[in-house]
């Protein structure tokens, strides 16, 4: 299987359905980056690693 960093890699979006520790380590990742990306966060688990980035368009379900 592989990990969250390597799903990610490459991906226009990713789907956080989980609050899963091994996303943490995926989301540095992606703040480290400066790739566009669409994160859709259901829960807004990283919502403090991710919401302000600006390279990443951060949304949750049911928040402005």
């Known amino acids: 299987g592989r990990d969250p960093v ?3 890699r490459g991906a226009d979006a990713i789907v956080i359905a989980t609050e ?3 996303f943490l380590t995926a989301a540095e990742s ?3 980056g400066d790739r566009a990306l669409l994160v859709l ?3 807004g ?3 403090t690693l ?3 980035e600006s390279h990443v368009r951060y949304i949750t379900v049911g928040r402005p």
Do not use: I, K, T, Y
Request: glycine share 6%.
């Open 41 to 43: 966060d259901p829960n």
């Open 50 to 52: 991710l919401g302000s």
């Open 6 to 8: 390597d799903a990610a």
């Open 30 to 32: 992606v703040r480290a």
């Open 20 to 22: 899963w520790p091994e």
């Open 45 to 47: 688990f990283l919502a």
